[in-house]
């Protein structure tokens, strides 16, 4: 293959993919500029291609260019934040990789790899504005956030009773607290409960879901930013200092990057924290509670979790029964949601049926007492001049065990396609758990990505 052949493949590579690429050459002038990389930066490729580098983006400082950086010194930076304005003053946000290109013992030119998130960078700093207002007095009266207390923790089984007179103990404390829990056991709940019937009621609560950002944009939410720590930073308190003197709930702390797991240990121990780009020690007082809904030695075995952290977290470690283990709570559960949805529905639907109570005691709930609650909502919309909820109100989705779990069954199918239904069961729940997601699907079936592809493109 002739290298013009190789070039214009090259070019067609670049021209497809998603994300911006930048590439100068030793003489730091443009020689690549995809259409993903001007749409971007609001550009025309003409005016940069073939262009000095220096002379389309003057508004960049030469130090704090990862370009400049790359061909310059050699410096590789990886999915690292910048704001910077284009030719007309329109400020972009970016998240970059910046590679040079090495020939021997000399750098011939730099890559740079960019993804767009000037709009969830606007949100971010939305969030963090109504966060801090939120903290603020006000003459206006506002509706107020729901803030739930231990009284607001039903139960009576044996199980679930120790799990909250446990969670009221380390109310009492200012430690760090870990809860483990399936989704919809209530560990929102309970770090509420542990805040406001605690010594740091009067001071903030906040949440943040670690799962929700990107690295660079959590970073930043938690730590705060400091004014010319970076192009275009700006002055901004994190949730830490916000929530000074009072709680910061971590909900799914395994989904914060390996590498800020780091961060935040060092700040657990120091009590201290510093603004991204900042140079300044900022003393803190707040307490963790943090959260997680997979099993602490799969998380750490997966990497998912820093076992340092992890016994810093779990001072207090709290574990939430699942709903299928509270078998006595269910009628108990159910009959307050129905009380519950009755007052917001406007209805009045008095009692469940037996047909219909044996229909809730039969189920397994996945989702555990938020499934249990989004059945009877379900069932008391549904009704109109009734006053009995019966079996035929509530709508239940068969589990995979209730599906195929009989031998029966697979005597009936054969064993082949029956294991066959088993698998694209297990498969499509738990695409649908990780939002369709093929990589966290494939490490959580401990299969090749490349397998699960080939499963799927089967279905």
Known sequence: MKVKDYKRITQEVFRLVEEGVHVIDMNEETIIYNESMANLEKMNRNDVLKKPFRQIFNSIEEERSTLLQALRKGKITANVQQTYCNKDGKEIT?????????????????IEIARNITEIQKMCHTIMKLQKATLEPTDVKDHKIKKYHFENLIGQNEE?????????????????????????????????????????????FLAQNCAA??????????????????????????LFEQ?????????????????????????????YIRRVGGSKDIPIDVRIIATINE?????IKKGKLRKDLYYRLSIIFIDMPPLRKRQD????????????????NGKEVWMLSEKAKEKLLDHDYPGNVRELENIIMAGVSM????????????????????????????????????????????????????????SRTAE?????RQTLQHKLKKR
């Open 94 to 110: 970016t998240i970059n990789s910046t590679y040079p290109v090495i020939e021997g013992d000399r750098i011939i030119g730099a």
């Open 160 to 204: 679930f009773v120790e799990t909250v007179n446990r969670a009221k103990k380390a109310a009492k404390s200012n430690v760090a607290v870990l809860i483990y829990g399936e989704t919809g056991t209530g560990k929102e709940l309970v770090a509420q409960s542990i805040h406001y019937d605690g010594n740091r009621r009067e001071k903030p």
């Open 213 to 238: 950002l990107p690295e660079s944009l959590l970073e930043g939410i938690l730590f705060g930013t400091s004014k010319g720590g970076f192009t275009g930073a700006m002055d901004r308190a994190g």
């Open 243 to 271: 929530a000074d003197g009072g709680t910061l709930l971590l909900d799914e702390i395994s989904a914060m990057p390996y590498e800020l797991q780091g961060k935040l240990l060092r700040v657990l121990q120091e009590d």
């Open 295 to 299: 099993p602490v030695d799969y998380l």
């Open 329 to 344: 709570d269910i009628m108990l559960l159910a009959e307050k949601f129905l009380d519950k949805h009755n007052r917001l």
């Open 383 to 438: 009704i109109e001049d009734e006053h009995v909820l019966t079996d035929e109100h509530i709508s239940i989705v068969k589990t995979k065990e209730e599906s195929f779990g009989s031998h029966a069954k697979a005597m009936e199918m054969g064993l082949d396609r029956y294991m066959d239904l088993i698998e694209k069961q297990i498969i499509n729940e738990t695409m649908v758990a990780n939002n369709g997601n093929i």
């Open 444 to 448: 959580q079936l401990s299969i090749k």
